[in-house]
């Protein structure tokens, strides 16, 4: 969850973390969630993505795109 995390660099860590432990190619992984934040699988760093939305406004698209 995007909010029990402290800045967008510890969100991606555990992203990393996560994916890594349940055997997720990262590549694949962050391209579905620049597709949720911006449209595009294709773009700028995760965290730097999230730092211009902002927390919340990335927390609400991830989840929007969850629910498709």
């Known amino acids: 969850n995007i909010n029990l995390v402290a800045n ?3 969100f991606v860590h555990s992203i990393k ?5 349940d055997n997720i ?3 694949h992984l962050f ?3 620049r597709l949720a934040l911006i449209g ?4 700028p760093a995760i965290n730097e ?3 211009i939305l902002g927390t919340q406004e990335a927390l609400q698209r ?3 795109a969850c629910t498709l």
């Open 8 to 10: 967008s660099a510890e």
């Open 17 to 21: 973390k996560e994916a890594k432990a």
């Open 25 to 27: 190619a990262i590549a």
């Open 31 to 33: 391209k579905l969630l």
């Open 40 to 43: 595009s699988p294709n773009g």
């Open 49 to 51: 993505i999230i730092d």
């Open 62 to 64: 991830i989840e929007r």
